[in-house]
């Protein structure tokens, strides 16, 4: 079974830009998270969506955006890229109902020159 | 107050020989989970081991186990017969009852083990 995917794996953008992130959860999970690690930190939580509704929100500027399909795919968005805003930026799917399923994918690596 | 404290910024260890990584969780909740992973240099998250707080027994997968001291409100990773690629970031997290399905994570330790 294929695990979580996301896309682009590497990217530059140009400050002011914007970045869209793509992420495929594992098949049959509902639940997928997003967040951003900046190099020498642990990750961050940015979003959550279940069943296509957000149900988490870190502290974030709303810059960043996010949405579920009806496939169970997601997108990051982020607008008016800053520098800081480069980081890996890793998604996440779970089961909800099961409480130790949380796998994360290979990350996108976001650079803002 | 952080909710997760990783405090070795890195570790070695020899290779064959066991290791411990430390961590230390703050909560309230009763309901909660402890997690960690392993991120080697290309970024993914890999998931090791896992340690719900009502679980009586410490986790064990493999080469991993958890040392969980629920009243000491620690769970450190061991990892018996260390081997050269395990060398990597290990980050301990957290999911609270109330965080839905959402991780805290620490600030990691990166583990080197030499041959």
Redesign the interface.
């Known amino acids: 079974d294929a695990g979580v995917t996301q896309s682009p794996t590497h990217l530059i953008k140009t400050r002011g830009q914007q970045v869209t992130l793509r992420c495929s959860p594992i098949s049959g999970h509902k ?1 997928v ?1 997003w ?1 951003q690690q900046v190099l020498g ?5 940015i979003f ?1 969506y ?1 069943e296509k509704e957000e ?2 929100r ?1 502290n974030f500027p709303d810059r960043f955006s996010a949405r579920q399909f009806p496939n169970y795919s997601s997108e990051l968005n982020v607008n008016a890229l800053l520098l800081g805003d480069s980081a ?1 930026y ?1 998604c ?1 799917s ?1 089961l ?1 109902a099961i ?2 399923t ?6 996108s ?1 976001l650079t803002v020159v | 107050a952080q909710k997760i404290t990783q405090t070795q910024p890195g570790m070695f260890v020899q290779e064959k020989e066991a290791v411990t990584l430390d961590c230390t969780y703050d909560t309230s909740d009763q309901s909660y989970g402890l997690f960690w992973y392993k991120q080697p240099s290309s970024g993914e998250m890999i998931f090791l081991i896992y340690q719900g707080s009502y679980d009586e027994q410490n986790a064990t997968e493999g080469r991993y186990s958890l040392n969980f001291q629920k009243a000491r409100k620690s769970a450190n990773l061991v990892i018996s017969a260390s081997q050269l690629g395990d060398s990597a970031m290990y980050f301990c997290a957290m999911r609270e009852s109330s965080g839905y399905s959402t991780l805290t994570f620490g600030k990691g330790t990166m583990l080197l083990v030499s041959p």
């Open positions: 639940s998270s967040y930190q642990g990750p961050q939580f959550q279940y149900r988490g870190g890996l890793l996440a779970s909800p409480l130790n949380i796998y994360f994918g290979e990350g690596w």
